[in-house]
């Protein structure tokens, strides 16, 4: 059941103009709460905006909750000018699909711009029993992000940019691939743009290696009522419709249609 609580700001950082980290107190939802699962966030405890934002969980610390988020529109610029001992209110942990990374020996992380974020719960959790390789790309230099903190919970760590003009020049994906011929991945788990989760996709049915991704489509409530986000699954001979909010947001490769 997720926890609907008014959670206490602790700690907020500003990654960049447009990119904000908070730290909020909540004993229960760190207790229950699974990589890869999201929260929905009131930004304002006024009337408008009404519906709540969907955001993942980046990382949990002790009684601590972190979440970033990137400024796009009404909703997170109204969130960004939240203070330090404000209480903003949260519904979650939200989602059934989450990572399942457990008893696998050596996994291959791969992540998109904000995309990263849910990925480093995940890679600090799977790096405990697990050699964890990360792959993250991004445009440009300006726009590459958590580099020491996904290298601390990484064995190893690529970082691409689209222009080279940092790192490895070219898509993180094709730096996956190079190294799954060299060595055998047991698990592929993404979350990025389109275009990337659907070459993750693609090369992990080709290569018949487990993959889960993680979609962030556009919600509404984040608890099945308002059906804004539906999403096809394959159900055996046939496609049908689920949402995002509850069975996902990280769904099997093999079963999801994006
Ligand atoms: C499960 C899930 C997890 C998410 N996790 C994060 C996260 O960790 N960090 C983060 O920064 N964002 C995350 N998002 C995206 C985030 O929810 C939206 O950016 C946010 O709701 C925008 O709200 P807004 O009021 O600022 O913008 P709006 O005024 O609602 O929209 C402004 C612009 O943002 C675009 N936009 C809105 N929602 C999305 C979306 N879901 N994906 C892409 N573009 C969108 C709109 O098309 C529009 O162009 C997640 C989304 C989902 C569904
Ligand atoms: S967001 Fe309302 S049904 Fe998924």
Same mark, same amino acid.
């Given at each position: 059941?997720?926890?609907?609580?008014?959670?206490?700001?602790?700690?907020?950082?500003?990654?960049?103009?447009?990119?904000?980290?908070?730290?909020?107190?909540?004993?229960?939802?760190?207790?229950?709460?699974?990589?890869?699962?999201?929260?929905?966030?009131?930004?304002?405890?006024?009337?408008?905006?009404?519906? #709540?934002?969907?955001?993942?969980?980046?990382? !949990?610390? /002790?009684? $601590?909750?972190?979440?970033? =988020?990137?400024? @796009?529109? *009404?909703?997170?610029?109204?969130?960004?000018? #939240?203070?330090?001992?404000?209480?903003?209110? !949260?519904? /979650?942990? $939200?989602?059934?699909?989450? =990572?399942?990374? @457990?008893? *696998?020996?050596?996994?291959?992380?791969?992540?998109?711009?904000?995309?990263?974020?849910?990925?480093?719960?995940?890679?600090?959790?799977?790096?405990?029993?697990?050699?964890?390789?990360?792959?993250?790309?991004?445009?440009?230099?300006?726009?590459?992000?958590?580099?020491?903190?996904?290298?601390?919970?990484?064995?190893?760590?690529?970082?691409?940019?689209?222009?080279?003009?940092?790192?490895?020049?070219?898509?993180?994906?094709?730096?996956?691939?190079?190294?799954?011929?060299?060595?055998?991945?047991?698990?592929?788990?993404?979350?990025?743009?389109?275009?990337?989760?659907?070459?993750?996709?693609?090369?992990?049915?080709?290569?018949?290696?487990?993959?889960?991704?993680?979609?962030?489509?556009?919600?509404?409530?984040?608890?099945?009522?308002?059906?804004?986000?539906?999403?096809?699954?394959?159900?055996?001979?046939?496609?049908?419709?689920?949402?995002?909010?509850?069975?996902?947001?990280?769904?099997?490769?093999?079963?999801?249609?994006?």
């Amino acid at each position: 059941m997720p926890i609907h609580a008014k959670c206490k700001l602790v700690k907020k950082e500003k990654l960049r103009e447009d990119i904000f980290k908070f730290s909020v107190e909540s004993t229960e939802i760190a207790k229950t709460a699974k990589a890869g699962q999201f929260l929905e966030i009131r930004v304002t405890d006024e009337i408008e905006p009404l519906l #709540r934002r969907p955001i993942s969980i980046y990382n !949990i610390e /002790g009684n $601590l909750v972190e979440f970033i =988020f990137q400024v @796009k529109g *009404k909703g997170t610029e109204i969130l960004k000018e #939240r203070e330090i001992g404000e209480y903003i209110d !949260i519904l /979650g942990p $939200l989602g059934r699909g989450t =990572f399942d990374y @457990k008893n *696998k020996k050596n996994i291959a992380i791969i992540g998109g711009g904000i995309g990263v974020f849910p990925l480093y719960e995940l890679a600090k959790e799977a790096k405990e029993n697990s050699k964890v390789n990360i792959y993250l790309g991004f445009r440009n230099k300006e726009l590459v992000l958590l580099e020491d903190e996904f290298r601390k919970v990484s064995d190893k760590l690529v970082i691409t940019t689209d222009d080279g003009s940092y790192k490895e020049k070219g898509f993180a994906i094709d730096f996956l691939k190079q190294d799954a011929e060299n060595e055998k991945i047991d698990g592929i788990y993404a979350c990025g743009p389109l275009p990337m989760l659907k070459a993750v996709q693609s090369f992990a049915k080709e290569k018949n290696i487990p993959c889960q991704i993680s979609l962030e489509e556009r919600m509404g409530c984040g608890i099945g009522v308002c059906l804004g986000c539906a999403v096809k699954v394959n159900a055996g001979e046939e496609l049908v419709y689920t949402h995002v909010c509850k069975a996902g947001p990280v769904f099997d490769a093999n079963v999801v249609e994006i």
